[in-house]
Protein backbone atom coordinates (compact mmCIF):
# COMPACT_ATOMS: atom_id res chain seq x y z
CA UNK A 1 0.00 0.00 0.00
CA UNK A 2 1.71 3.05 -1.22
CA UNK A 3 1.57 6.38 0.15
CA UNK A 4 0.74 8.90 -2.65
CA UNK A 5 -0.32 12.38 -3.29
CA UNK A 6 -2.09 13.00 -6.27
CA UNK A 7 -2.73 16.21 -7.61
CA UNK A 8 -5.68 18.16 -6.61
CA UNK A 9 -8.88 18.36 -8.56
CA UNK A 10 -9.50 21.46 -10.29
CA UNK A 11 -12.83 21.47 -8.31
CA UNK A 12 -11.04 21.70 -5.58
CA UNK A 13 -9.38 24.07 -6.17
CA UNK A 14 -11.27 26.59 -7.16
CA UNK A 15 -13.00 26.78 -3.83
CA UNK A 16 -13.82 29.70 -1.77
CA UNK A 17 -11.27 31.68 0.81
CA UNK A 18 -12.62 29.30 3.50
CA UNK A 19 -10.77 26.41 2.19
CA UNK A 20 -7.45 28.35 1.22
CA UNK A 21 -5.67 27.17 4.18
CA UNK A 22 -5.68 23.68 3.30
CA UNK A 23 -2.43 24.05 1.97
CA UNK A 24 -1.35 23.73 5.67
CA UNK A 25 -1.97 20.70 6.79
CA UNK A 26 -0.29 17.68 9.05
CA UNK A 27 0.17 14.28 7.64
CA UNK A 28 -1.12 11.74 10.66
CA UNK A 29 0.79 9.29 11.99
CA UNK A 30 -0.34 5.82 10.90
CA UNK A 31 0.00 2.08 11.27
CA UNK A 32 -1.19 -0.30 8.49
CA UNK A 33 -1.46 -3.59 8.65
CA UNK A 34 -2.73 -6.66 6.84
CA UNK A 35 -4.29 -9.79 7.58
CA UNK A 36 -5.94 -12.48 6.15
CA UNK A 37 -9.23 -10.69 5.60
CA UNK A 38 -8.47 -7.30 5.12
CA UNK A 39 -6.08 -4.10 5.15
CA UNK A 40 -5.92 -2.10 8.25
CA UNK A 41 -5.08 1.59 8.86
CA UNK A 42 -4.95 3.51 12.14
CA UNK A 43 -4.11 6.77 12.05
CA UNK A 44 -3.85 9.84 15.30
CA UNK A 45 -6.06 11.83 14.52
CA UNK A 46 -6.46 14.49 18.76
CA UNK A 47 -8.74 16.94 18.09
CA UNK A 48 -10.69 15.10 15.94
CA UNK A 49 -14.68 14.49 16.62
CA UNK A 50 -16.36 11.85 15.09
CA UNK A 51 -18.02 13.97 12.72
CA UNK A 52 -15.36 15.87 11.54
CA UNK A 53 -13.84 13.03 9.79
CA UNK A 54 -14.01 12.29 6.19
CA UNK A 55 -12.57 8.90 4.34
CA UNK A 56 -13.15 8.74 0.58
CA UNK A 57 -12.01 6.22 -1.43
CA UNK A 58 -11.84 7.21 -5.53
CA UNK A 59 -9.65 5.92 -8.37
CA UNK A 60 -8.11 3.60 -6.03
CA UNK A 61 -7.06 6.32 -3.88
CA UNK A 62 -7.99 6.65 0.25
CA UNK A 63 -7.93 10.53 1.57
CA UNK A 64 -7.80 10.61 5.18
CA UNK A 65 -9.37 13.98 6.02
CA UNK A 66 -10.04 15.48 9.42
CA UNK A 67 -10.65 18.52 10.85
CA UNK A 68 -8.91 19.32 14.29
CA UNK A 69 -11.03 21.54 16.80
CA UNK A 70 -8.91 22.62 20.03
CA UNK A 71 -8.61 24.95 22.56
CA UNK A 72 -9.32 26.04 25.90
CA UNK A 73 -10.83 29.14 27.12
CA UNK A 74 -9.01 32.36 28.38
CA UNK A 75 -5.17 33.95 27.48
CA UNK A 76 -2.37 31.61 26.61
CA UNK A 77 0.51 31.68 28.47
CA UNK A 78 2.65 28.93 27.49
CA UNK A 79 2.29 26.95 24.05
CA UNK A 80 3.69 23.85 22.41
CA UNK A 81 1.57 22.77 20.32
CA UNK A 82 -1.04 23.47 17.51
CA UNK A 83 -3.18 21.31 15.55
CA UNK A 84 -4.17 22.37 11.71
CA UNK A 85 -6.55 19.86 9.81
CA UNK A 86 -5.25 16.59 8.77
CA UNK A 87 -4.51 15.08 5.39
CA UNK A 88 -3.37 12.01 3.97
CA UNK A 89 -3.91 9.58 0.93
CA UNK A 90 -2.65 6.15 0.12
CA UNK A 91 -2.48 4.51 -3.29
CA UNK A 92 -4.94 1.35 -3.29
CA UNK A 93 -4.68 -1.80 -5.43
CA UNK A 94 -7.52 -3.43 -6.80
CA UNK A 95 -8.09 -6.05 -3.68
CA UNK A 96 -9.97 -4.01 -1.97
CA UNK A 97 -13.58 -4.65 -1.91
CA UNK A 98 -14.50 -0.82 -2.00
CA UNK A 99 -18.04 -1.35 -0.63
CA UNK A 100 -17.39 -2.30 2.72
CA UNK A 101 -15.12 -0.29 3.94
CA UNK A 102 -15.26 0.63 7.57
CA UNK A 103 -14.52 3.41 9.80
CA UNK A 104 -14.20 4.29 13.97
CA UNK A 105 -13.01 6.91 15.77
CA UNK A 106 -12.10 6.48 19.48
CA UNK A 107 -10.10 8.71 21.58
CA UNK A 108 -8.87 10.63 18.85
CA UNK A 109 -7.46 7.78 17.02
CA UNK A 110 -9.32 6.70 13.42
CA UNK A 111 -9.14 3.09 12.15
CA UNK A 112 -10.47 2.11 8.93
CA UNK A 113 -10.47 -1.64 8.06
CA UNK A 114 -10.82 -2.40 4.28
CA UNK A 115 -11.76 -5.90 3.69
CA UNK A 116 -9.86 -7.77 0.66
CA UNK A 117 -11.99 -8.19 -2.09
CA UNK A 118 -12.73 -12.32 -2.56
CA UNK A 119 -11.27 -13.04 -5.40
CA UNK A 120 -8.13 -11.62 -3.69
CA UNK A 121 -8.04 -13.88 -0.34
CA UNK A 122 -5.25 -16.03 -0.49
CA UNK A 123 -6.10 -19.55 -0.63
CA UNK A 124 -4.09 -22.23 1.56
CA UNK A 125 -1.71 -24.39 -0.95
CA UNK A 126 -1.29 -28.03 0.64
CA UNK A 127 2.49 -28.85 0.18
CA UNK A 128 2.73 -32.42 -0.51
CA UNK A 129 5.70 -34.09 1.25
CA UNK A 130 6.33 -36.82 -0.77
CA UNK B 1 6.02 38.43 38.22
CA UNK B 2 8.99 40.76 38.90
CA UNK B 3 10.01 43.51 41.26
CA UNK B 4 10.76 46.92 39.25
CA UNK B 5 12.96 47.86 42.27
CA UNK B 6 14.89 44.38 42.74
CA UNK B 7 15.76 44.56 39.15
CA UNK B 8 17.92 41.58 37.65
CA UNK B 9 19.90 41.15 34.77
CA UNK B 10 19.82 37.71 34.28
CA UNK B 11 16.07 36.97 34.68
CA UNK B 12 15.81 39.87 32.00
CA UNK B 13 17.70 37.68 30.09
CA UNK B 14 15.72 34.31 30.94
CA UNK B 15 12.58 36.57 29.78
CA UNK B 16 13.31 37.28 26.22
CA UNK B 17 14.64 33.93 25.89
CA UNK B 18 11.32 32.21 26.84
CA UNK B 19 9.78 35.05 24.48
CA UNK B 20 11.64 33.94 21.68
CA UNK B 21 10.63 30.12 22.10
CA UNK B 22 7.23 30.71 22.71
CA UNK B 23 6.95 32.66 19.16
CA UNK B 24 9.39 30.45 17.34
CA UNK B 25 8.14 27.52 19.07
CA UNK B 26 10.29 24.82 20.23
CA UNK B 27 9.71 25.18 24.49
CA UNK B 28 9.19 22.20 26.02
CA UNK B 29 9.61 19.77 22.68
CA UNK B 30 12.54 18.08 22.46
CA UNK B 31 14.94 19.06 20.29
CA UNK B 32 15.50 15.58 18.15
CA UNK B 33 11.84 15.71 17.35
CA UNK B 34 12.03 18.47 14.57
CA UNK B 35 10.25 18.91 12.27
CA UNK B 36 7.46 17.03 14.37
CA UNK B 37 7.67 18.74 17.64
CA UNK B 38 4.75 20.97 17.48
CA UNK B 39 1.99 18.38 16.36
CA UNK B 40 3.71 15.37 17.67
CA UNK B 41 2.82 12.56 20.82
CA UNK B 42 6.06 9.98 20.90
CA UNK B 43 6.10 8.57 24.58
CA UNK B 44 8.16 5.79 23.02
CA UNK B 45 11.03 7.93 22.18
CA UNK B 46 11.50 10.42 25.45
CA UNK B 47 8.48 9.37 28.29
CA UNK B 48 9.18 12.52 30.14
CA UNK B 49 8.90 14.69 27.33
CA UNK B 50 5.48 14.30 26.41
CA UNK B 51 2.37 15.01 26.41
CA UNK B 52 2.89 18.46 24.80
CA UNK B 53 1.03 20.91 26.81
CA UNK B 54 -0.53 24.75 25.95
CA UNK B 55 -1.78 26.68 29.45
CA UNK B 56 -4.04 29.50 29.57
CA UNK B 57 -5.54 31.70 32.74
CA UNK B 58 -8.68 32.87 32.50
CA UNK B 59 -9.82 35.48 35.82
CA UNK B 60 -11.17 32.00 37.57
CA UNK B 61 -8.84 29.21 36.34
CA UNK B 62 -5.86 27.75 34.77
CA UNK B 63 -6.43 25.47 31.74
CA UNK B 64 -3.91 23.18 30.40
CA UNK B 65 -4.93 21.43 26.92
CA UNK B 66 -2.50 17.95 27.06
CA UNK B 67 -1.69 16.48 23.02
CA UNK B 68 -2.35 12.80 24.05
CA UNK B 69 -4.50 10.78 21.35
CA UNK B 70 -4.64 6.71 21.75
CA UNK B 71 -4.27 6.88 25.51
CA UNK B 72 -5.82 3.87 27.30
CA UNK B 73 -8.45 6.43 29.45
CA UNK B 74 -8.12 3.92 32.58
CA UNK B 75 -4.53 4.59 32.56
CA UNK B 76 -4.62 8.53 32.51
CA UNK B 77 -3.19 9.85 36.02
CA UNK B 78 -3.11 13.15 36.90
CA UNK B 79 -1.79 14.87 40.31
CA UNK B 80 -1.22 17.61 42.37
CA UNK B 81 1.94 17.64 44.28
CA UNK B 82 2.48 21.42 46.13
CA UNK B 83 2.36 23.43 43.02
CA UNK B 84 3.25 21.02 40.48
CA UNK B 85 0.80 19.24 38.13
CA UNK B 86 1.83 15.75 36.85
CA UNK B 87 0.22 13.72 33.83
CA UNK B 88 0.87 10.09 33.71
CA UNK B 89 -0.61 7.52 31.12
CA UNK B 90 0.13 4.76 28.46
CA UNK B 91 -0.28 4.38 24.98
CA UNK B 92 -0.80 1.01 24.32
CA UNK B 93 -0.17 -0.94 21.27
CA UNK B 94 -2.28 -2.48 18.81
CA UNK B 95 -1.19 -5.74 20.84
CA UNK B 96 -1.66 -9.36 20.73
CA UNK B 97 -4.18 -8.91 17.92
CA UNK B 98 -1.57 -7.93 15.01
CA UNK B 99 1.63 -9.70 14.46
CA UNK B 100 4.80 -8.33 13.93
CA UNK B 101 5.03 -9.60 10.27
CA UNK B 102 1.51 -7.98 9.65
CA UNK B 103 2.74 -4.51 9.54
CA UNK B 104 3.09 -2.72 6.39
CA UNK B 105 3.59 0.77 8.82
CA UNK B 106 4.14 1.36 11.92
CA UNK B 107 4.56 4.91 12.79
CA UNK B 108 2.68 5.61 16.08
CA UNK B 109 4.75 5.51 19.01
CA UNK B 110 3.43 3.92 22.05
CA UNK B 111 4.79 3.68 25.66
CA UNK B 112 4.18 5.18 29.02
CA UNK B 113 5.04 9.18 29.98
CA UNK B 114 4.98 11.25 32.64
CA UNK B 115 5.53 15.06 32.58
CA UNK B 116 5.64 17.17 35.62
CA UNK B 117 5.31 20.98 35.22
CA UNK B 118 5.54 23.75 37.84
CA UNK B 119 2.11 25.68 38.07
CA UNK B 120 2.77 29.50 37.60
CA UNK B 121 0.41 30.44 40.69
CA UNK B 122 -1.97 28.81 43.56
CA UNK B 123 -4.84 27.06 42.62
CA UNK B 124 -7.40 24.63 44.46
CA UNK B 125 -6.04 21.38 44.48
CA UNK B 126 -9.07 19.76 45.47
CA UNK B 127 -11.07 21.50 43.01
CA UNK B 128 -9.21 20.30 39.67
CA UNK B 129 -11.20 18.76 36.77
CA UNK B 130 -10.03 16.64 34.22
CA UNK B 131 -11.72 15.63 31.03
CA UNK B 132 -10.12 12.85 28.28
CA UNK B 133 -12.16 13.72 24.76
CA UNK B 134 -10.83 13.13 21.23
CA UNK B 135 -7.02 12.04 22.24
CA UNK B 136 -7.11 15.75 24.16
CA UNK B 137 -6.78 15.59 27.95
CA UNK B 138 -8.10 19.32 29.49
CA UNK B 139 -7.54 20.14 33.43
CA UNK B 140 -9.22 22.97 34.72
CA UNK B 141 -7.52 24.11 37.63
CA UNK B 142 -9.16 26.82 39.73
CA UNK B 143 -7.28 29.73 41.10
CA UNK B 144 -7.04 29.93 44.77
CA UNK B 145 -8.49 32.86 46.41
CA UNK B 146 -4.73 34.77 46.97
CA UNK B 147 -4.35 34.24 43.00
CA UNK B 148 -7.39 36.10 42.18
CA UNK B 149 -7.10 39.64 40.72
CA UNK B 150 -8.66 41.59 43.61
CA UNK B 151 -9.79 45.36 41.98
CA UNK B 152 -8.84 48.30 44.74
CA UNK B 153 -10.58 50.79 44.65
CA UNK B 154 -9.11 54.43 44.08
CA UNK B 155 -9.71 57.06 46.42
CA UNK B 156 -9.81 60.45 45.06
CA UNK B 157 -8.83 63.17 47.82
Known amino acids: ?130 | MRNTWNWDPLQEMEDIYRDFHRTFGRLGAPRWTWPFARTSFLPGRAARAYPLLNMHEDADALHIEALAPGVDPDSLKVNIVGDQISIAGEKRDLGDKVKPEEYHRNERAVGSFVRTVALPIAIQPDKVEARYENGLLTVKLPKAEEARPKQISVKVG
Open chain 1, 1 to 130: MAETTIPTKVEEKQQTPATREESRYLVPPVDIYENKGSLNVVADLPGVGKNNVTIRVNNNVLTIQGKARHGVPGEEIHDEFQLLDFYRQFQLDETVNQEKIEAEMKNGVLTVHLPKAERTKPREIKVQVR
